[in-house]
């Protein structure tokens, strides 16, 4: 079974510019989430979807930031305009439903977005 | 507002030498735990998952303990490799109301296991 992956592994970008990520979670997970580890500070939760649906999106940081999950599958997010303080790793996660008792988070490698 | 804290912040030792490792959290009401390993440049690897009522879990060398009512796990190695060499990460999952699947997590511990 594939795990979760993301891409691109690496993205640097210029201050003002605009990048975006995708994350496929594992297939038949519901949950989704993003997370962040800037530099020197612990990995923090962005956001969270079921299916298609943001559930919690209160970590995201502000309004250049927007996360979306077509179709309850993949999920994109998206930084626009990239400002320096964005720069760090961006981790994706996926769960399924915890009705099955499946409660794990399993993550993925994680995009490293270095900002200029 | 929840709080993980490991300590330490990095640990060497010789091989085939047992270790702990140490996360305390401060609000105790939690769902579960869950303690993961890092590889420098990768993601990262889920270890274990332990129950709010649970005590503990058991994988291979690795055990996983909790208290909850005290605010603090930890995690055995027994039998240290040099491929246990890694970042290992706490994270508590909180029990109820808004937010109740964000994972809150810890800074790390950095394991250097000499062979």
């Known amino acids: 079974e594939a795990g979760v992956t993301q891409f691109p592994s690496h993205s640097v970008i210029e201050k003002g510019q605009t990048v975006t990520l995708r994350c496929d979670p594992i297939s038949g997970h519901d949950n989704l989430y993003w997370y962040r580890r800037v530099m020197g500070k612990e990995i923090k939760f962005l956001l969270h979807?079921?299916?298609?649906?943001?559930?919690?999106e209160s970590g995201m940081p502000n309004n250049r930031f927007l996360a979306e999950r077509t179709g309850g599958t993949y999920s994109t997010l998206k930084v626009q305009p990239a400002e320096l303080e964005d720069s760090g790793v961006y981790f994706c996660?996926?769960?399924?439903?915890?009705?099955?008792?499946?409660?794990?988070?399993?993550f993925g490698p994680g995009t490293r977005l270095l900002v200029l | 507002k929840q709080e993980v804290t490991q300590i330490p912040a990095a640990l060497s030792v010789p091989e085939g030498e047992n270790l702990v490792l140490n996360c305390s959290f401060t609000?105790?009401?939690?769902?579960?735990l869950q303690w993961f390993r890092q590889d420098p440049g990768k993601g990262l690897t889920s270890l274990l998952l332990?129950?709010?009522?649970?005590r503990e879990q058991t994988s291979g060398r690795l055990n996983a303990s909790l208290d909850k009512s005290s605010g603090r796990s930890t995690l055995y190695i027994a039998a240290s490799q040099p491929g246990d060499s890694a970042t290992y990460l706490c994270a508590v999952r909180p029990g109820s109301g808004a937010g109740s699947y964000q994972l809150t997590f810890g800074k790390g511990t950095k394991l250097s296991v000499i062979p």
């Open positions: 996660a996926s769960s399924q439903d915890w009705r099955g008792g499946q409660e794990t988070q399993y």
């Open positions: 609000d105790s009401a939690i769902y579960n």
């Open positions: 332990i129950q709010s009522s649970q």
């Open positions: 979807f079921v299916k298609e649906s943001k559930q919690d």
